[in-house]
């Protein structure tokens, strides 16, 4: 292979491993498709490196979203938000954030709260 080929293959991998490394969320509590058997107090978001969280949501059913906050302006791993109080069903946390590298990642994950019956 001439010398010139294989540096541009060098680049090309060097930039779609770079590309593939964006931060992404690691883990939630409650964890993604979890039931619980009581309501929970709090939100746990950790994410895989600092990223700024620009949007923060959770959402019962077809009501309205109600926002989560306040949110910081300086990055972070790891955050953690009071939930308001939720009632039995299933809910949809979404969230938007900016890496360090700038770029923009959205996601969303669900949970059940099915509290034990009298």
């Given at each position: 292979m001439k010398p010139s080929t294989l540096a541009l293959v060098l680049v090309c991998a060097a930039f779609s491993a770079s590309a593939a490394a964006h931060a992404h969320l690691h883990a939630s509590?409650?964890?993604?498709?979890?039931?619980?058997?009581a309501a929970p107090r709090q939100l746990s978001l950790a994410f895989n490196e600092s990223v700024v969280l620009?949007?923060?949501?959770?959402?019962?059913?077809?009501?309205?979203?109600?926002?989560?906050g306040p949110l910081a302006?300086?990055?972070a791993a790891e955050f953690k938000f009071e939930l308001p109080s939720l009632d039995d069903g299933s809910y949809v946390v979404?969230?938007?954030?900016?890496s360090a590298?700038?770029?923009i990642m959205a996601g969303k994950f669900t949970f059940t709260v099915r509290s034990a019956a009298p």
């Open positions: 509590v409650p964890a993604d498709h979890a039931t619980v058997s620009t949007a923060l949501t959770i959402q019962k059913g077809d009501s309205a979203p109600t926002r989560l302006d300086a990055g979404k969230w938007r954030a900016i590298d700038g770029h």
